[in-house]
């Protein structure tokens, strides 16, 4: 818990789970799997909402995760230690 607590002192706020923390990087690559996944399930996800919508689900779902991945693996780039607020 040393770590987490130092972290916090200077300003970090990171979500303990059990004893492991998890980072902004975890959560960077977190996101990394989902939009692949998102991205390989794109035509699955668009024949099911096609059930029941315009068949577009796929697509914004591909498109949203890939650029939440994006945007988390850019502030990670500038800078390898941000905070979680």
Excluded: N
Excluded at 12 to 24: C, D, E, K, L, N
Excluded at 29 to 37: P, Q
Excluded at 45 to 71: P, Q, T, Y
């Amino acid at each position: 818990m040393g770590e987490a607590a130092a972290l916090h002192r200077r300003g970090f706020a990171p979500i303990i789970v059990g004893m492991q923390m998890f980072t902004r990087h975890d959560l960077t690559l977190l996101f990394r799997s989902l939009a692949a996944r998102m991205a390989v399930e794109q035509d699955y996800l668009a024949e099911l909402d096609g059930e029941i919508g315009d068949a577009d689900h796929g697509v914004s779902m591909s498109v949203g995760f890939a650029a939440a991945a994006k945007a988390l693996s850019e502030g990670e780039a500038r800078c390898r230690c941000w905070p979680m607020a």
